[in-house]
Structure formats: C-alpha cells, structure tokens
C-alpha cells in the first residue's frame, strides 16, 4: 500500500462523480422518492394508521380496490400502517445509525491519537462489547428497563452498535497516524482535535459511510425482532419492525401482511447499498472503480 | 394459558368453513355429562402406541410441592397417584363424584373430622417398593413444611395431621368440617414416596437429582428427559393395576408456538393443545386430524388499580366505580373475544368460568353502549379537550395497559382495548414487558391497568385468592386491591354451604356484587382448542385436564403408524 | 512469547469486563428467577423470596458478585433455576449444538461467499456482477425470524422435505445404526443452515468482490496490456493470497455468533443452542444461565480470536496488514 496522502475534501468533485454515476442517482431518488412518500402519505391516505375500521367483519381482507394492501389481524389498513410505519422506521433507524456512528467515530479516534495504555483499553472495551451477540445484549438491556420511549430504543440500538465503527475508525487512524503529514501537522503544534477532524476524518469518513449505509437496514430489522417478541415500538404505532412482528405468525393465512414492509425494508436496504458505493467511488476517486 | 375440560363431546369437524364452527351452539359444550368419547372406533384391545404431544412449553421441575407450572402439572398427573380422582362434575363439596385412585376406599369417622383412607395393597413405586400409609404422612409433612415454602401449603391449613394406622391405612385428620375438606386431601396432594425423599435437602428441593428424575407411583414414569427436547414417559409395569394401554408419551419441546403447531399439521407429533383461531380451518381440513373443544378453567380480564401506589389513596382515575362502569361499557367486549378467538371463546361474566360448580351462567354482563358511557364520564366531570382526550381538572384520562409479552392473545386484547378507549377519550399506552418486568410491577403495585388471567383451581375457593380483602394486601394476589366487605361474605358463606344449591346461590349473589363494582373489565373464557391425530381414542377428558384420563388413551392395531411399533427405549431415566 | 503473554492478559481483561457487564446488567433488571408461572395465585411473593435467599439469589448486587466469584474460583458455574441443573451442564448440553449449525453454515457462507465474489470480480460490471450482489443483498435484508419461519414452513409444511425443526429425530432408538443417525442429523441441518446462509452470504461475497478489485485493480490492468497475458491467469495466481484477508477479518466478526448462537433462528427451528438459552434465561431471570452463557462465549471468542491473530501474524505479517487493512475498510 502506497503512503497514505493527505486528502482535501473536495465537495464540489464529489457531488459531481455521484451525479455523474447512474446507479447513485438511481438509488439517491428512490430514496428521496420513499421519504417523500412517507412524510406526505399519511395525509393523502383515507385511513389511518391506527384505525380499527371493524375487528369482526374487517380482518384479514385480502389486498383489493378498498384496501391496497389489504388488511391486518386488528383490521387496520396495512397499507396505511405502512407508509405511517416508514416515517418510523427511516427516522428511528436512521438516528440510530447517526448517533452510533457519531460514537464509534469519536472512540475510534480517540483510541488512536490517545497513549498507549489509554488506547488498549479503549479497543479492550470495543471487543468486550463485540463478543457479545447484539440480539442478547438488546433483550438484557430492555429487561432492565419497565416500558422504553423511542426515544430510548434509540440510544440502545446505538449503544450495542458503535462498537465496529469504532474498530474500523481505530484501526484507518493507525494505518496513518505515523504518516508524514501527520507527523508533519504534529511537529508544527497542531492540537489533536485539529489532527483529528482535518487530517484524519477524511480518510475515516469513506469506509465508515459505507458501514453506516448498511447498518441502517439490520436496526429495522433488529427491531423488527424485537416486536416480534412483543418488546419494540409499541402499539398502536407503526413500524415496518411492527408490522413484520405482528404479520409472521399469519404468514401462511395472509402473506400480505409482513410481505408489504418486507418489500420496503428491501428496497431500503439495496438502495443505500447502491448509494454507499457510490459515495466510496466518489471520495476516492484515484482508485480503480469498484463498480 | 392453561386450561382443561368437562366432559367434551369431542365433536369432528370435516368441513374446512369456519362458518361452521360458529353455529356450534357453545352452551353443549358447557354441559358436563359422564359419558366421554363417542368416537365409533372399535375399542384396542392390545397395548401399544406412541402419543407424541407437541409443545412449546416445559416443566421446570417434577417434585410436585414446587412445581408451579402447568407443563409440570400434566406430567405430575401422569407420574404420580393422588388419593382419589375427581369427577367429571367437578364437584369439590365432599366426596360426591370422587373415585379411588391410590386409595381403594376411604371411611369417614362420625364426626367427619377425619377420614381413613386404605391404599391400594398393589399399588408400587417405579423402583418397585411398595406404596405405604407412611409416604401418605411423610408427603403431608414435606408440603407443608415451611423450610419447603410450597405454594401449596396453603390449601392444606384445614388439614392438622396424617397419622398411621397399619402399613395400608392412613388417617388424616381435620382442624373443623368444611365442604371441602375431602377435595383438600385427595385433590391436592400427589402422594410421594418417602424413602427417596427422606434426605434430600429440603430447602433446596429443586436442585435435587429425584426433582428431574422423579420416581412416582402412576401409570407412566419418566424414562428420559432431554431439556428444551424431549421428555420420554413409558407405561409403568411394576404396579398391580391395569397398565396404560399406550406405551409411551412423548412431550417434543418446540419454543415456538408455529413451529409446534407444524410438527403435528405434517403428521411429526400427534397433539397440540393450543390451536389458534387462524389454524382451525386447516386442522378441519386435514382428514389426519380431529378437532376436540373443551371448556377450560382459564379467563382473562383487565384489573383497575383502584389504589394510587404512590400515595395509597384511591386511584384518581379507577378508585370511582361510575368511571370504572363507563370504561367497561366503552368496551366491546363480545367483539374484542370474537376477533381474537373467533367462535372458540364466549366472553367471561366474572371471575369464574362455566366449568365451575361455583359459575351463575345467567349473569349479565355490563353491556355494550358507548352513549351511556360518554354520558357517565360527562357527569363525573370528564370532559373532552380539543384533541377529543378527556381532562378533569387540569389532569388527562391516560393511562397504561399493563401486559406481559409473551401471551399473543393479551397483547392483542390490549391492541383493540387502547382503540377502543380512544374512541371515548381516553389516552391510553400499552406497556408491555417480559414475565419478570411484570410480575416485579405487579408485585409493587406500580401499574395503572393490567390485562391478566387466572387459571384457577377447579374449587371455588380459588377465587378468594384473586379477589378478597385478605388477598389485598402487599404479598397477596388481589393486584387491584379490591375490597368488598358484602362480597366477602357472600364467598365465605358459599364455602361454607354443604348444599350445592344453597353455595350457588351464595356465589351468585358474589358475583352480582363484583359484576356491580367492576374492578376489572370481564373479557375472555376461551375454550381449549386441541388437534388430535384420529387415532387415538380419547376417554376421560375434564374440564381442568384433558389428560386425565391418558392411561385409558388406546390406539386400535388397524390404525397404528411407524412409531407405535418401534422398540421403546431402555429403562432408566437419563439427564 | 511477550506478545503472546500480552494477548493473553488482554483478553483476560475483556473476560472480566464482559462477564462484570453482564452480571449487573441482568441483576439490575427487575423480576424474579421465580416468576414463571404468572397466572398461579399460589405462588405469593413470600415464597419466592424464601425460595430466593435458599438458592443464594438474594441480597446486593455487591455480594452477589463476590459470591459469585468465589464460586467461579471453584470452577463452580451455579444453578440453573430455569432449566433446574447446574449452569455447566446446561451449557455442556447447547454448545455443542450452536458450534454444529453456526459452524456449517459458516463454512458454506464462506466458500460460497467466497466464490461469488471471485465470479462478481472477474465479471466486474457485468450482468452477472450486478446480479449476484443484488440476490445477496436480499438476503441480508430479510428478516432473520421472518425468513427461519418461511423457510421452515416450505421445507416441512408446504413441501414435506425435511423434518420440522429440532436437532434430531426424538424418538429414534438408542441403538441405531451411526449411518442412520448421521442422516437424521443431516436432514435436520439443511433447513436452519439454508436460512444462515442466506442471510450470511452477502457481507462474504462483497468483501471478497472489494478486495480482490483492490489489490489486483493495478496489476491487473497493467499486466495484461503490457503482457497481454490473459487477465484469468493473473487473477488465479493471486486469489489465494488476496481471499485470506476478509476471511480472516470475518472470522474474527463471526466468531461471537459461532459460540453466542443466532437467537431468532434457533427458537424458530428448536434447535437447542446457546443463542435460545441465553435468550430465554433473560426473560427468565435465570441470573447465574445468563452469565455463564456470556461468560463461557465471551472466553471461547476471545480465544478464537487470539488464535486467528497469532495464525495470521505467523503467515505474513505484511500480506496480513495490508489485507487487514484493505478489508476493513471495506466492511
């Protein structure tokens, strides 16, 4: 591997290599297209998300002209459910993700600029934590705790997920922390936060995209597992985790149910995958493109 | 939930509509009559055959004074002998309907404060000793010795001793005649052999090798117990009487409930105990399997908290009965019932179920009307803000639903709950959490509503384990803290009538009383749904065990499979 | 051997850190080890607290700890109070189980993965490429719960192919031939292995598609319009050395799931692992399962992990950097 450069943002050039990328700007309007549709849907749609239009008569009606998706065990649209369950979703994954990611990046650099001790036992702490599988640590967590707000499920998912951003942000300062214009930004005084954010979050902030790209599809999905358990967003508000947990128990009776969300849960996932090569192509464009 | 039956009529279903289910007039199925299986199949002849029960559940020990699951209960039934066997009928006043079991006859003393029991001569232990008068007194002493702490010490208070008379005769004596002094001592001790217990650590009972690998005196003992897999029951051939005419029951463990139900939809397990509304249509269409409903002792209910647990004052919502009444007749509960269990539930009326001796099936039930609701909460100055939530004095009508996350059935009823309440002004969240968070709320008090169940002993006493003033303090069960002076009464004078007719009336004039009060909202008496392969002939199913009568279970030679022949296996219990 | 001595007390260290966590984590949750049976009016709060204190379960967190410990110097794990045997025995029983389903469907995640991102790269940007990673990338975003169930219902149910879940047949007698009983262990592999390794295959194949177009990117390119050698060959030579990298590095991120179970997937299949015990001996409140499951995990990852290190180190400590490097950035 050549020495690592020093590396300018370069925002005007990025924005230009993602525009000029066709998967990327497919995927970026697919994006934008689902967030438009969640924050506008539930205005437009007749009924709402919680509505229980006739639990006796109502349940389980297959997909058709009255209900588009059709209707869920409790007779509430589930088309309904899930659009209002997408602005749920994307929101609470997607802070999640924000702060997990806010924190592996601020352990992982700390590690790397901090002295030796202080360092082993940062990355110590990072791999007790990764030892442990996430789904586990998540259901102590919750036992602990009598009825969690979101906002709270928020902060654990971020809690038991920071601890691969910090890895990868540890083990990138590493790599060039020794590098000449490291050395050289040192000897001529520059604090370690400066070093941190000018120098050294350049060439974290790649890799770390992409790993947050991804990381926001497993927390629905983590969290549709945690409604399936009955513990998760509670009712009657809707999440495509929610919707997934309550639909699979009827999945032989009415598919339609947890196939919805599913669908958009995967269309998610593979477009934030696409953007997340795209952006690494964009932010390093010396390279060979891995597209 | 638990649950058992009366009398079922098994009745067939061959056609897949779950229309038809729902003409099924529910009232026959409440009747409890003596006969018990009319499938026409002809009567085996020979032993043999294999029941594998599927489920998602497991006993967490088998030593009956600490056994507290219902798992642990149906395989206790099958392992060990009680004194007599209750009836069909249920009844508990007596010994009217009681048939013998370990005691071949039993001889009441003139005064009836005590009972001599004689043991049947050929009655052995799974390791081959003989059943003795002193196991009778030493299980005695082993419940209710306090070192123990067995919960069901405190059915036996009635109860001042057990002494020996000869080696086959053991007579209990009584503190004072109750109606249901027989039922305490025949129903709700399992006899356990002395010289295996005699030295195990009593405070520790649990940990003991015999509470995995019990040794019992009933028609089936435990040849191997695989936890989480498999717990292998055989016939029992060392005992005088008649053997089992199946020669094994096979528990297969499978923690989830789907996976459970699959293992016999395709044939790979025989019974399933629990099939849920939406699987009914296939298992009545599947011409392998027969459908038996059965009433069960189980109900479900949402309990106020009429006690403000941070103050220990009334409630400022709950602790106002006319609220209390609005709340439930916002509720529509006959839909509620019919949306979760479609046809296969009625709605409760009170803390009993139709089963009991104790039940007044002509109570009605608060009604349905959300005007008269709306009206009531108007006048006791709940009014409705801009955002259609009712306020009094500053304070909003919200609370929570309080309901443990692994009943699927109690997390849906608090779903169409919160909906419903919403429609009156009420703001209400459901809080869910796992057994322990519950039970750690419960026991401190610290909830607004809960959305509970009892699965209550077959005698009517139970009732004042859930319900009465004694229950209400901080270790008892009475979680609302419900005190009704008048329904006290009423349930201690029905238990203390020997006169059937004269307990119902007290009973029902109890439940007029609470129905009155409503500290809870009354919602579901569902019944037991069970898949059953046709082979087998099933007699002998009541309404608190459908397995009571599993050793007469048979399975005619014509009709046998693959595993009802293979070779059981060996014996002694591994684990 | 300082290194080696150095690792050692590191991972002694993330032992004690993981095992204390633990510990207070669950004590802190409240409940009961006793509160399983809810709707039994019986069962008053008298009585399991006397229940408690017989079975050491009471008193501070501090205490607990310290009896615990005690108690662990003694190689002495404690009492199960949900699954009533000793915790060793308990986890002696679903070890072996998780390594067998995680183990295998590791395996084949891997070679699978592995090959498919080879194909991925030498198709780079062709039909084959953008399809192979958009079916995989499916994979990952189904739900692990969702697809065990679909899957388990279309292999047993809708097509009776395979058993319906558990680990072997329960009533197959003691003495069967070991042919017949490896086949039963077979049939009941296929089902929950498929649903692993859909769900793993993805991360695998994208991992060795990034960095077999890293290295060989450059060379690659240069090498066959200099030599004009076809670019299969210069590929081959290199794949070997390129492939140990991410696997090493997924190794190490896997190994926690190889002996932590996959919790979902074995309570949809019965399969008995560690993931389900642990699982359940949370809600259960079953203090000294749950340490010990995390406890024994937590040293046999730190182990695994240590010895993945020492491997590498001994291979090539430069290839080893770079491709560490080179994969992590791309994960």
Redesign the interface.
Known sequence: MSEPRAQRQDWGGIMQRLRADPRSVLAASVLLGLAIVVVVGPMLLPHAAYEQLDITNLVHVRPGREHLLGTDAYSRDVLARVVSGGRVSLLFATSAVLVQTVIGIGWGLSAGLAGRRTETVMMRCVDAGMSVPRALLLLAMLAGVPQVPLWLLVLMMACTGWFVIARLVHGEVRAIRSAEFVLAARALGASRRRIALRHLMPHVLGPVLVSSTLAVGQIIVLEAGLSWLGIGVQAPRASWGNIIGDGTEFISSAPWVSIAPGICLVTVVLALSALGDGLRDALAPGQLPRT | MSGAACSPKPTHFSMPSLRVLRLIPLCALTACSATTDSVPVKAATTTGGTLVISTPAEPENLLPPITTSLSGRQVEDLIFQRLASIGTALGTVGDAGFTPNLATRWEWSPDSLSIAFQLDPAARWHDGAPVRASDVRFTFALYTDPVVASPSAVLLTNIDSVSVRDSLTAVVWFRKRTPEQFFDVAHQMYILPEHLLRTVDRRRLAAAPIASAPIGSGPFRVVRWVPRQVLELAADTTGGRRRAQLDRVVFAVAPDPVTAFTRVATGEADLYEAVRPDKVAEVAGNPQLRLVLTPSLDYSYLGFNLVDPETGRPHPVFGDRIVRRALTMATDRRSIVANIYDSLAVQARGPFTSAQASADTTLVPLPYAPDSANALLDAAGWMRGADSVRRRNGALLTFGILVPSTSVARMRAAVLLQEQFRRIGADVRIESADMGGVMARIGARRFDTILGAWSPDAGPASVREAWSSPAAVAGGNNMGTYRSAPFDAEVDSGLASFAPAAMRAHFAAAWRIIADDAPAIWLAEPRRVMAIHSRFVTPGMRADAWWAGLATWSIPVDRRVARDTAPPAPTGASR | MHALIQRLW?GL??VA??AT??FV??R?????P??????????????RA??RA??GLDGSVGTQYLHWISSLARGDLG?S?????PVSR?IA?ALPNTMLLMGTSVVIAFVLGTMLGALQASRR?GVADRGIG?VT??G???????LA??V??AG??WW?LF?????AD??L??GAPWHTVLLDHLRHLVLPVCTLVTLLVAPVARLQR?AL??RL??EW?RTATAKGVAPRAVFRRHAWRTALGPVVTLAG?A???LF?????IE????W?GM??????A????DYHL?VGC?LV??VM??AG?MLADTLLERLDPRVAH?E???A????
């Open positions: 590191h260290v993330v850190i993981v966590a633990t984590l669950v802190l949750a409240p409940g009961d006793f509160a399983a049976a809810l709707e039994n009016a019986r069962l008053t709060p008298a009585i006397q229940w017989a079975y009492f109070t949900s699954t009533n045997q308990a029983q940007g958009f990338l499916i990952t975003a189904l739900p692990d719960f969702w169930l679909v388990l219902l047993a149910s009776r058993p319906v879940g558990g680990v329960l009533l007698p003691i990034i177009l890293d990117g450059a390119i991120l190994l926690p799931a932590g179970g996959a919790v979902f309570h949809v299949f019965a008995p993931g389900q015990l642990a699982a359940s949370v809600a259960a409140r749950v995390v995990g937590t990852v730190v992990s770079d560490i490097m080179a992590r950035s791309a994960a």
